[in-house]
């Protein structure tokens, strides 16, 4: 079975940055596609990013895009999202999750897709 656990968030101000972990215990994620999620009070939650399994390939919300990175480090069974210029708007509890499926389409944003999610941790960005 497996667990995944985020660590590595906090509060910053903004424009600052955070690097957030998700690790694996009970598994591997060697095989699976790791996306992270977000959910903002009274909001939806939503994709942010999403790395595959090889690390060959790695999706962005346009939110996001140019100030996230995220990658993978599959010996460590560990998953990151580096995350820069942080905004108030950013301010929200993060999720990893993990998912064995694949298709050729945009998947990877689809909460319904990944079985696994950890605990969650929250950031709080103060303008």
């Known amino acids: 079975q497996v667990q995944l656990v985020e660590s590595g968030g906090g509060l910053v101000q903004a424009g600052g940055s955070l690097r957030l972990s998700c690790t694996v215990s009970g598994g591997t994620l060697r095989t699976y596609t790791v996306g992270w999620f977000r959910q903002a009070p009274g909001k939806e939650r939503e994709f942010v990013a999403a790395?595959?399994?090889?690390?060959?390939?790695?999706y962005y919300a346009d939110s996001v895009k140019g100030r996230f990175t995220v990658s993978r480090d599959n010996a460590k069974n560990s998953v990151y999202l580096q995350m820069n210029t942080l905004k108030s708007e950013d301010t929200a509890v993060y999720y990893c999750?993990?998912?064995?499926?694949?298709?050729?389409?945009?998947?990877?944003?689809?909460?319904?897709?990944?079985?696994?999610w950890g605990q969650g941790t929250q950031v709080t960005v103060s303008s």
């Open positions: 790395i595959t399994w090889g690390g060959a390939r790695s």
């Open positions: 999750a993990a998912s064995a499926y694949f298709d050729s389409g945009t998947y990877y944003r689809e909460n319904r897709r990944y079985p696994y």
